[in-house]
């Protein structure tokens, strides 16, 4: 008996000694085929605010012609002093067609002598070259945010500083030849103007070409008394005989009407961003400076600023995004967020072959992710660049796992 007990047990530890080196081999290969989940911590910003159309209001006074024909002598947005001309006005074609040609060359005199005071000066190039990689960037810039206005001024600049780069002391005898005779032309141009006359600023302000009619229905006094129903009322019919107008202050407003539960827990003095299309450059601050009564859902929001007016010069109805606040922090996948003992949030991140226990703060919730605090106080926190572990299995601090 006690030789068959002995062959007995032998058996059974020779069983388990091959099931315990099964199960051992099947988690060394599970291991290897079970790649370990992991998210970069990133720094992440979000708002919370909401998306309307409604309308820039200004100072505006708009200028009128006695003549159908026209020529513009400003840009959009450029800053006029009372009493300076906007613009000349022409009773005939052929007086509009000789303006012209006195523009042109007077833009080709002006580009030509630039460039034959630099082939005159032994000036260093590379300045030059610099200013012209700047322009290049500048036109770059206007294109891709559509403003055909800046996009010109960086164009027209760009070719003066090209010709005045590719000209050396060799043609400056020749351009001084084409400057006598632009000149020669300028003058014989001058003595012969008839038909035109000359529209001035009565005051000063933002010049700006693009009259609409509103006016005198949008006005700065109006929108003190105006309801949410009143923006359907607008009608915009601009005059035959307008020049343009002037932005005579730099105080401008935006006006919509949104939902009132949109506006719950804002008041009159709030800064606000607003990110209008793409015809402005970048954000504007502003501030809440009125919120109407309920209108059925629906209440007046009219926003202020006193910057930036020269931008919004050409603007009136317009798509924006109203911006109320705005998160800035780390984002961190729901699925990696862990609670300790304490109620404390926090992630196990790898540092090695380890996962490390980093407490944070949650700022907002952003759907599938949180919003943490960035606290750069210390490093124990967490940090841009850190991998969150994403597991369904135990997890603790300290613990080995399978990077």
């Not at 998210?39 to 209001?57: C, K, P, Q, R, W």
């Given at each position: 008996m006690k030789k068959q007990g002995g062959i007995y047990l032998k058996v059974v530890?020779?069983?388990?000694?091959?099931?315990?080196?099964v199960v051992l081999l099947l988690r060394v290969f599970t291991a290897q085929g079970k790649q370990l989940q992991t998210?970069?911590?990133?720094?992440?910003?979000?708002?919370?605010?909401?998306?309307?159309?409604?309308?820039?209001?200004r100072d505006e006074r708009v200028l009128t012609k006695p003549n159908s024909i026209l020529t513009l002598q400003c840009k959009e947005g450029e800053w006029v002093g009372a009493g300076q001309s906007v613009a000349i006005s022409h009773t005939s074609e052929a007086a509009r067609v000789d303006e012209l040609q006195r523009r042109s060359l007077s833009e080709e005199l002006e580009q030509l002598e630039y460039a034959y005071t630099y082939a005159t000066s032994n000036a260093d190039a590379a300045p030059l070259d610099d200013t012209i990689e700047q322009q290049i960037t500048a036109l770059s810039a206007g294109v891709a945010r559509h403003d055909l206005t800046a996009a010109a001024e960086s164009a027209e600049l760009l070719k003066t500083y090209i010709l005045r780069r590719d000209t050396g002391q060799d043609d400056s005898q020749a351009l001084l030849n084409r400057i006598t005779e632009l000149r020669t032309q300028l003058e014989?141009?001058?003595?012969?103007?008839?038909?035109?006359?000359?529209?001035?600023?009565?005051?000063?302000?933002?010049?700006?070409?693009?009259?609409?009619?509103?006016?005198?229905?949008l006005t700065p006094d109006r929108l003190q008394t105006m309801r949410a129903a009143d923006l359907d009322t607008l009608q915009a019919a601009a005059p035959t005989n307008a020049v343009g107008k002037l932005i005579t202050s730099n105080t401008w407003y935006y006006v919509a009407a949104v939902e009132t539960a949109q506006l719950q827990g804002q008041e009159v003095g709030d800064a606000v961003t607003v990110r209008f299309s793409y015809q402005l450059k970048q954000d504007v601050t502003m501030q809440i400076a009125r919120i109407g009564s309920d209108e059925d859902g629906k209440c007046l929001l009219v926003l202020t600023a006193n910057t930036r007016v020269f931008d919004t010069t050409a603007l009136r109805q317009q798509t924006a995004d109203v911006i109320f606040q705005t998160y800035r922090g780390l984002r961190v996948p729901k699925q990696g967020l862990y609670t300790d003992e304490e109620g404390n949030a926090g992630v196990y991140v790898l540092q090695g072959a380890t996962a490390e226990w980093k407490q944070v703060e949650i700022i907002r919730d952003n759907d599938d992710s949180y919003i943490v605090t960035l606290s750069q106080d210390s490093t124990?926190?967490?940090?841009?660049?850190?991998?969150?572990?994403?597991?369904?299995?135990?997890?603790?601090?300290?613990?080995?796992?399978?990077?």
């Open positions: 530890f020779g069983v388990l000694g091959v099931f315990l080196a998210e970069t911590a990133v720094l992440y910003e979000v708002g919370d605010g909401i998306t309307t159309s409604g309308f820039v209001v014989a141009l001058g003595s012969a103007q008839t038909g035109s006359g000359t529209i001035t600023a009565p005051c000063s302000g933002y010049f700006s070409a693009n009259v609409d009619g509103l006016e005198e229905q124990d926190g967490l940090w841009p660049g850190d991998e969150i572990i994403l597991t369904d299995e135990e997890i603790y601090d300290g613990k080995v796992v399978q990077p």
